[in-house]
């Protein structure tokens, strides 16, 4: 997870700009700026409200209804939490518990530190390995409680999950 | 065209729905989420209907009527599937009091509602009698419920001024926000999230006092349920009885239903039914009107100062004691000044009183800017015609908003706006500050504060070259406005405004693309140390266009129009008939107390600056709460208020207003006209003798052209060029905001929800503050 641009004003008028100002890019426009910054910031939909001459609330609506747009900027490491079928079967419920203890976050939040980010997903397509957490890119298969705590302890110990 | 609904044939008009046809024939449809001011949304599906030859049950707020169509709505399929949709809605929504067994005793008693903050069961709910879930459910006979209640659990919303908000009991009929987005163009709620989360609710979940929200309440108004409710007015249930009257804190005069309770105005609702105003009022007359009037500090008694202390007396001894008082001056030694808040027929009486009666001619309104327009148009002829109306604003094609803060001053104004640019009309804001309706317009001029009269100039020479004048070249004044726009080079021009030449041939442009069109001018203008040449400039503006209407100046208090006409104004007696015996308008007589030549005082209502009448020997001061005037006065008397009197009240654009009396005055105080027909008979004077404010009315309808069914001039040509100032910035003198208020106090000073709102949007200084700017203040004087 590569860090993402820092919020830039000029970059984003011009973006809008390119668009047209017109609220029926709306979707455009917030999807472009979430590929650059990596979530929704807050300057950002100010900004939107204010080219597209409608109300940050408004916009807020429109982005909450879609699951893409995100509102805080994601963490150092992403970690999903498979609760498809087969992964919620083999009780991957416990796993995201765990996690909701360890991290004091729910799915969608990050850490107050920006080092974690928490999410559950559908499915991950690989059900003969449920239960599955994806670290970053790294998928974890067959995964227990005590192994999630192990991982956990090398992420936050800043030695990051790939050495193992 | 004709629908047969249920067997009744019923007349349709092109393009109605079929809800909105079976409405206009009063037939009941059940809805949740229709509402007669928005367009159709179809959310709830409680209108779902049966029509011959169609599929499925289509929904009736959004199906249009086509002739010859058959629809059936009472039907049992139908009632038994709406029946089912209901329940389903239902479930989100705590139904005790729907359900319940004792339901129809609770009806005949119901009392209050118990307060307790969050609302779980039926006798918890502030939304009294108007529960449109309990109606639609009694229409749809559902006893009982099948499926278990789920409570949402969603946390209360307690921390904004005004209202509370509870979404534990919203269906998400959308009323709400479609009310704020679509009618009032603000948008500070949208729907958050979706399906099982769901909510009405704002960016990140921040206050309302934070974002957008203009605190109008025309969300609580369109709520079927009891999810929205006003902190004021949730706990006192059904009002004893209710009068349809006007809101008075500014010039606009939206109707309002006042409902009385115990004696007082509990509340102030918007009235529904006067196509004209309903949609717009506003924080001030939705919230404001019972903690304004019925604070505990009102005046009860009349007073007047025996050794130095102010001692209660009876009406006759305080009306014998000005009488007497009053005959030690000489007619021109006593001066008049009066409130903007009086009705019509008090400051008939006061005209009366001080021209025929006493023989003084020193009479005039105290405002600033409000005296400053009337009087100018009045000289110029024009006040006594209609003036422009809201429904221009509404279809023009162009609006020009000049140095204003309406979202503040006339909140209802805005909602025009809005509508006129939906219609597509231009939105055009030229102002030396910054404007709150930036996001709601399509050009922005941020002019160089002291810039305006060169603005006008160089848009008054653009018109020049682009339009033919012949007619005008015959007038007087032509040659030396001619040689005063000959002066002007638009490079000037542009330096000093700052407006790019782009932007002012944009302007123009869309100014000549129609006649109507609209400029409004906010009391902003009154920082120039003449603002008179302003109003002249944008009349030479309106000439060249050949407008003779399109005028709004945003003229601030209550009833300044009316009491204009009704012949508080110097110089002109009621209907703006002219004054022939002159007499001294505010400012001279404030310097003639200064000079000894005026020496009494009767004054209506406690706003003015102390310092202007020091100095005068006898002050009678007839006002509502105590002011910092009460010190200086001789007399005081308690003066009704808008609530608590009948008469009438000529809004901004010269419509006649009733205004109902909903509740008693406090103590023994009485409604002014009684008061000067009191002091009227005690000096001696004839033509006092009135049985209520209805025989004044029929009087001055009787003897006034102006005030006659059509007596009104027509709107005189616009036949005046003012020469232009040279280019420049003015210095303008510091001003103070304008606050709204009624009869001199500042509506914020009883409503805290108010000072809240308005601190937060730096109207007002904020109250730690206050103390540092009094002393400063202080210093200037």
Same mark, same amino acid.
């Given at each position: ?91 991957? @419920? ?71 | ?51 011959? =030859?169609?599929? %499925? ?95 949402? %659990? ?17 269906? #998400? ?87 009385? =309770? ?89 005209? =009366? ?77 030229? @102002? ?43 007038? @007087? ?37 129609? =006649? ?38 945003? #003229? ?26 002159? %007499? ?98 005690? #000096? ?65 000073? #009883? ?31």
């Amino acid at each position: 997870m590569g860090m993402k641009t820092e919020y830039n004003d000029e970059w984003m008028q011009r973006m809008i700009e390119g668009h047209g100002h017109d609220i029926k890019n709306l979707i455009p426009i917030l999807q472009a700026t979430q590929e650059e910054y990596g979530y929704l910031p807050s300057a950002a939909i100010s900004t939107t409200a204010e080219e597209l001459q409608i109300s940050e609330d408004v916009i807020f609506g429109v982005a909450t209804f879609y699951t893409h747009f995100k509102f805080t900027k994601p963490g150092r490491h992403i970690i999903r939490t498979c609760m498809g079928t087969a992964c919620f079967v083999k009780e991957a @419920d416990n796993l995201l518990e765990l996690l909701r203890d360890r991290l004091g976050i729910e799915p969608g939040q990050t850490t107050s530190d920006g080092m974690i980010s928490l999410e559950r997903v559908a499915c991950l397509g690989c059900c003969a390995l449920a239960p599955t957490i994806v670290i970053d890119d790294e998928v974890y298969g067959k995964m227990t409680s005590n192994m999630l705590t192990k991982l956990l302890d090398e992420i936050i110990d800043e030695k990051g999950p790939k050495e193992q | 065209m004709k629908i047969t609904i249920d067997g009744v044939e019923i007349p349709i008009k092109e393009g109605q729905t079929i809800l909105e046809a079976a409405r206009d024939s009063d037939i009941y449809i059940p809805t949740l989420c229709a509402h007669k001011e928005l367009p159709a949304f179809g959310a709830c599906r409680l209108c779902v209907v049966k029509v011959d =030859k169609m599929r %499925g049950f289509p929904p009736a707020c959004s199906t249009p009527a086509t002739d010859g169509m058959i629809v059936h709505s009472d039907e049992k399929e139908v009632r038994k599937l709406r029946r089912n949709i209901l329940r389903l809605i239902l479930i989100e929504h705590p139904h005790s009091c729907i359900v319940c067994s004792e339901r129809a005793d609770c009806e005949s008693i119901r009392g209050g509602p118990v307060k307790a903050g969050r609302i779980t069961g039926c006798s918890m709910c502030p939304n009294r009698e108007t529960c449109e879930i309990r109606e639609v459910s009694h229409y749809l006979g559902i006893s009982d419920m099948e499926i278990p209640m789920e409570y949402k %659990g969603l946390p209360l919303e307690r921390y904004d001024p005004f209202f509370d908000r509870d979404y534990n009991l919203c269906i #998400l009929c959308g009323r709400c926000v479609r009310m704020c987005q679509q009618i009032r163009g603000v948008g500070a709620i949208a729907f958050t999230k979706r399906s099982h989360n769901t909510k009405v609710g704002t960016i990140f979940g921040r206050t309302h006092l934070e974002g957008a929200c203009r605190f109008c309440g025309a969300c609580i108004d369109a709520c079927p349920t009891g999810a929205l409710s006003p902190k004021g007015s949730k706990w006192h249930g059904k009002a004893d009885s209710s009068v349809e009257s006007i809101c008075t804190f500014c010039s606009m005069n939206c109707a309002m239903v006042l409902e009385e =309770k115990w004696g007082r105005v509990m509340a102030a609702i918007p009235d529904r039914n006067k196509e004209y105003s309903r949609a717009y009022a506003c924080v001030y007359g939705r919230f404001c009107i019972p903690a304004f009037l019925n604070d505990p500090n009102r005046l009860h008694y009349p007073l007047i100062r025996k050794g130095g202390r102010l001692s209660p007396v009876s009406w006759e001894e305080a009306f014998r004691y000005i009488g007497d008082s009053l005959k030690r001056f000489a007619p021109e030694e006593i001066g008049f000044l009066v409130s903007p808040y009086l009705t019509n027929e008090s400051a008939y009486l006061l005209n =009366k009183l001080s021209r025929d009666v006493i023989g003084s001619h020193n009479i005039d309104m105290i405002s600033k800017f409000g005296r400053m327009v009337i009087q100018y148009l009045a000289e110029k002829g024009r006040a006594s015609s209609s003036w422009t109306t809201l429904e221009d604003v509404e279809k023009a094609d162009w609006i020009m908003l000049i140095n204003n803060d309406m979202v503040f001053t006339h909140p209802g104004m805005p909602v025009a706006i809005h509508k006129a640019r939906e219609n597509g009309a231009r939105i055009m804001i030229v @102002d030396d500050s910054k404007n709150e309706l930036e996001v709601e317009s399509d050009m922005q001029v941020r002019i160089e504060p002291g810039s305006l009269r060169t603005f006008l100039a160089a848009l008054t020479k653009l018109l020049m070259n682009n339009i033919k004048v012949t007619e005008l070249e015959e007038l @007087d004044s032509f040659i030396d406005f001619r040689r005063s726009l000959d002066g002007l080079k638009l490079i000037d021009a542009v330096r000093s405004t700052g407006v790019l030449e782009k932007q002012f041939s944009a302007i123009e442009g869309t100014m000549r693309t129609s =006649k109507k069109g609209v400029i409004m001018v906010g009391s902003r203008i009154m920082e120039d140390p003449v603002p008179t040449q302003i109003l002249g400039e944008i009349n030479n503006v309106l000439t060249i266009l050949g407008m003779d209407r399109g005028f709004i100046p945003l #003229l601030e208090e209550g009833n300044i129009r009316g009491i204009a006409d009704s012949g508080c104004i110097n110089g002109f007696r009621p209907g703006y008939v002219r004054d022939r015996t002159s %007499g001294k308008d505010y400012l001279r007589m404030i310097t003639g107390i200064r000079r000894g030549d005026v020496q009494a005082l009767f004054i209506s209502e406690g706003s003015i600056p102390p310092e202007h009448i020091r100095g005068a020997k006898f002050i009678v001061l007839s006002e509502i709460y105590p002011t910092d005037l009460d010190s200086m006065a001789d007399v005081i008397l308690p003066s009704a208020v808008f609530s608590e009197e009948s008469g009438h009240y000529t809004s901004f654009d010269g419509r006649v207003w009733n205004l109902r009396k909903a509740a008693e005055p406090p103590g023994s105080a009485l409604p002014e006209w009684k008061i000067i027909s009191g002091i009227g008979k005690n #000096l001696g004077g004839d033509g006092f003798e009135y049985g209520s404010s209805e025989d004044i009315w029929k009087e001055m309808e009787e003897n006034i052209d102006f005030f006659k069914k059509d007596g009104r001039p027509p709107v005189p040509e616009r036949k005046e060029l003012l020469s232009v100032s040279e280019p420049g910035s003015i210095h303008l003198s510091e001003q103070m905001p304008y606050v709204v208020r009624y009869r001199g106090t500042p509506i914020h000073e #009883l409503v805290e929800d108010l000072r809240t709102y308005l601190e937060e949007n730096d109207r007002i200084p904020r109250e730690e503050d206050e103390s540092a700017v009094e002393e400063a203040q202080r210093e200037v004087v």
